[in-house]
């Protein structure tokens, strides 16, 4: 069996898009205590990108999580790996997604973070599909809605294969 991958964003999509979303939260966050926090590993790339679109200072923090496993079905376990390097209290955290799927991992985290006394906390997600959804989360800044697909590329895996793609593709199988 053979692997090929459909293009769904390009490149230039995506980056005009990052630019968009950078330049959003640049305007809301300006003056103000801003902590972008990675959940890894799938949104290492968009928030690679997604930092260098925002013109307003900022820290960076990163959260190891593991909701799936090799395959493409949530588990709907949610497990902290790496935790945060600092506390949040008092800051205005953006919590960084690459894909909002069924919610139940920014939900877990949105109930984490709140225990820890941000001044707020907010969710920017690259992808969402509101197709999958399992539990109501509310995504603050959203870059691409998009249909019911297992998306991979731009930092997003199958199995961990095809992070590097620099764009986001559906895998087709033949
Ligand atoms: P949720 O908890 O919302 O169901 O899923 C969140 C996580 O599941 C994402 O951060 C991502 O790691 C993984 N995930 C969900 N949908 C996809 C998909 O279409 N492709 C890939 N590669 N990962 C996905």
Redesign the pocket.
């Known amino acids: 069996m053979t692997e090929r991958i459909v293009t769904m964003l390009s490149a230039e999509q995506i980056k005009c898009r990052v630019n968009e979303l950078g330049a959003q939260i640049a305007a809301e966050y300006k003056d103000r205590n801003l902590v972008l926090v990675v959940?890894l590993k799938?949104s290492f790339v968009f928030a690679a990108d997604l930092c260098r679109a925002i013109d307003s200072h900022l820290r960076i923090d990163f959260l190891g999580v593991r909701?799936?496993g090799e395959g493409?079905e949530?588990s709907g376990v949610?497990q902290i790996i790496q935790d945060l390097s600092r506390p949040i209290a008092g800051e205005d955290v953006i919590i960084v997604?690459?894909?909002?799927?069924?919610?139940?991992?920014?939900a877990h985290l949105m109930d984490l973070f709140r225990t820890r006394n941000p001044k707020s906390v907010k969710v920017c997600s690259l992808l969402y599909?509101p197709a999958?959804a399992r539990v109501a989360v509310n995504v603050d800044f959203v870059g691409f809605t998009i249909e019911d697909?297992?998306?991979?590329g731009y930092g997003?895996?199958?199995a961990e294969k095809y992070r590097n793609l620099p764009y986001i593709g559906v895998v087709e199988r033949t």
């Open positions: 959940v799938g909701s799936y493409t949530s949610v997604e690459d894909i909002v799927d069924t919610g139940l991992t920014i599909k999958r697909k297992f998306v991979v997003l895996d199958f």
